[in-house]
T-cell receptor, first 115, second 115 residues
């Protein structure tokens, strides 16, 4: 079965520093991969998704992620953190082969941004 | 604007009581999902539906049921609430036309406490 592992339940960065949130996937078939963000007391919203069109995916709010098949990774990055980036981030995977397949979410990484 | 709403936003109940959480979307999406979010577990899928009269069990379906009588609504029922069901519940929907690349849109969540 497919799954995702997010390394680090909590990441803390200084304002202006690089943000790197790690996600590794496990899938026997080529996956579709997603990053969602959850701001405090809100539901999740899509940041970006990999659909096999390009390995480097750009999302909203300056975030991007690179699909690396050899490393089974889909890490999320942002060059310069803003205070408004403080939130919980979820990596998720769905299968390529099946028609409508529910997402499988990682356990999440909470990002704190220090002034 | 189209949206997805959940009600109530907060609920306190007693063990053994039946509880129903409402989810309503106005996008005319085919797919709807219920998740629970718990610290250290991320989001876990409870039930999902790919259309009217269709329902499927997710990873943690025991003690929960759903029914889909129209496109807009997927109520979640806890048959006999247990303290282990204290959680934040999120409803989501997706168009259903793009298969595994569909974006899911999340409601604001319902915080349920079972005493």
């Amino acid at each position: 079965a497919q799954s995702v592992t997010q390394l680090g339940s909590h990441v803390s960065v200084s304002e202006g520093a690089l943000v790197l949130l790690r996600c590794n996937y496990s899938s026997s078939v080529p996956p579709y991969l997603f990053w969602y963000v959850q701001y405090p007391n809100q539901g999740l919203q899509l940041l970006l998704k990999y659909t096999s069109a390009a390995t480097l995916v750009k999302g909203i709010n300056g975030f991007e992620a690179e699909f690396k098949k050899s490393e089974t990774s889909f890490h999320l990055t942002k060059p310069s953190a803003h205070m408004s980036d403080a939130a919980e981030y979820f990596c998720a995977v769905s299968l390529l082969v099946s028609g409508n397949t529910p997402l499988v979410f990682g356990k999440g990484t909470r990002l704190s941004v220090i002034a | 604007d189209a949206e997805i709403t959940q009600s109530p936003r907060h609920k306190i109940t007693e063990t053994g009581r039946q509880v129903t959480l409402a989810c309503h979307q106005t996008w005319n999406h085919n797919n709807m999902f219920w998740y629970r979010q718990d610290l250290g577990h991320g989001l876990r899928l409870i039930h999902y539906s790919y259309g009217v009269q269709d329902t499927n069990k997710g990873e943690v379906s025991d003690g929960y049921s759903v029914s889909r009588s129209n496109t807009e609504d997927l109520p979640l029922t806890l048959e006999s609430a247990a303290s282990s069901q204290t959680s934040v519940y999120f409803c989501a929907s997706s168009e259903g036309q793009k298969g595994p690349t569909d974006t899911q849109y999340f409601g604001p969540g319902t915080r349920l406490t079972v005493l």
